[in-house]
């Protein structure tokens, strides 16, 4: 025999089926919350490939928001289903887990339970992640060729580069705990990129290695600036 009385049966009865027609008017209002059309027909052209890869981002993130939105309709619409099947066979009220009476203050707030709160799968902390992570982490780790003692340019030269553009960090939310202003802010930022001596940066021949230049460059001004080399490159 159920503990619920015939009223409050009924009560939660009529908030299920009152859900069920608002769950199914979103969804037949918002044509699947959008999926309904192409993503061809949002951009109003005949082709999307020709869009600026900004656009094209936004557009594709509204996208995966649409189905991330129907799939939780859903799962609203199969939760109460399963709870409008379990009062039609009389197993309303009864956890499905371990066949205790579910409290009528549970299902009061959440009427399309048939679980007690022990044993809700909701609680169930879930650890699956894109599969993309376990690619791409760390960042640049698959081509940072740091440990391999190479001194070219790899993986994370190519990130220091994108990150000298600008980024959301502060000097004070860095990784590097000595920034002490926007320049110091990136990853190794005071690391030569694509050399190792700073006089590899700005000496130069040409092709037959007869003739010498100097590029006057950053490094070439710091490296005067410093003393670290020949005055006679002033003479150049």
């Known amino acids: 025999m159920s503990h619920l009385t015939s009223e409050q049966l009924n009560g939660l009865k009529a908030r299920l ?4 027609r608002q769950t199914e008017a979103r969804l037949g209002d918002q044509e699947h919350y959008g999926l309904a059309s192409s993503q061809r027909d949002d951009t109003g052209e005949l082709s999307a490939i ?4 900004g656009d094209l981002a936004t557009e594709t993130y509204d996208r995966e928001k649409d189905v991330a939105l129907l799939e939780q309709e859903d799962l609203r619409l199969a939760r ?4 409008l099947e379990a009062m039609a066979d009389g197993s309303y009220g009864i956890c ?10 549970r299902l009061a707030a959440v009427p399309d339970t048939v679980y007690c709160v022990e044993h809700s799968p909701r609680q169930d902390e879930s650890y699956r992640r894109p599969v993309e992570e376990a690619f791409l982490q760390p960042p640049f780790g698959r081509s940072s060729l740091d440990e391999h003692e190479y001194n070219g340019f790899d993986g994370e030269d ?3 580069i994108v990150e000298s553009w600008g980024n959301s960090n502060s000097p004070a939310m860095s990784e590097n ?3 002490e202003d926007y320049e110091s802010v990136g990853i190794e930022a005071g690391e030569p990129d694509g050399y190792v001596e700073a006089i590899e940066s700005f000496l130069a021949t040409d092709i037959s290695g007869n003739h010498v230049t100097v590029v ?3 490094a070439y001004y710091e490296y005067m600036k410093h003393k670290e080399g020949d005055g006679g490159l002033e003479e150049e």
């Open 50 to 53: 020709d869009n600026h890869p």
């Open 177 to 179: 705990r000595n920034a």
């Open 17 to 20: 089926e009152a859900d069920k």
């Open 216 to 218: 006057r460059n950053k």
């Open 80 to 83: 109460i289903d399963a709870a």
């Open 158 to 160: 190519a990130w220091q």
């Open 96 to 105: 499905r887990v371990c066949g205790e009476p579910i409290p009528y203050e």
